[in-house]
């Protein structure tokens, strides 16, 4: 699934990339160099989006939606507030050192992204950024001879890249990591792919 969630997303860093390289100050136009440098890029923002979980020791895949509110500040700093939620049906027969029955992680989080902003032409803007926060999170299953209900708070870090077109309509393709202690097995390691749609204000 990591796989198909990076082949998905590629297309859409290489296009971004692409509109930013297309859309970028013109050096030698000094009035719209300081328009645009002088763009206000804060505000607020909310939207929703797909997620996908991944550990390699505890679970396969865990595809669930994320919701989310945040603020740019200005042009490097943002901060936003995430609750998702996630399920997968693991057969324990088959995968008898995976958690167990039906898995249910949900997730609630305040985010800083750290990064620059580049501002194009066209009411364009690109950001890619580095992502830190602190995670409350929810694992638990339905199989009743092991179930299990597990609250833990953990870190959060990642990546990401956050384009903007029209000053409203926002996509971002992200990756972020966090762990959770899980009782009677290991940690349970939380890679985390997902795509957010957002209208900014």
Known sequence: ???QFLAAILPLLVSFS?????????????????????TDVSGFRVGAGVLNHESDDLLDDAT????EAGYDINKIFGVSARYSNATFDNDNIQNPSKLPGEVEISTFGLYTDIGYTLIGKN??????????GVEHINASTNLDNN??????YALAIGTGIRATF?????????????SVDV????DLD????????????
């Open 1 to 3: 699934m990591k796989k």
């Open 18 to 38: 692409a509109a930013a390289e297309n859309t970028v100050i013109d050096s030698d136009a000094a009035n719209n160099e300081s328009v645009l440098a002088n």
């Open 64 to 67: 669930g939606y994320v919701i």
């Open 123 to 132: 009411d364009f803007t690109l950001k890619p950024y580095g992502l830190l």
């Open 147 to 152: 179930k299990f209900d597990e609250n833990e």
């Open 166 to 178: 029209n000053k409203h309509f926002v996509l971002a393709a992200e990756y972020k990591f966090s």
């Open 183 to 186: 009782p009677e097995y290991n």
């Open 190 to 201: 939380l890679d985390t792919f997902s795509l957010i749609v957002n209208y900014k204000f």
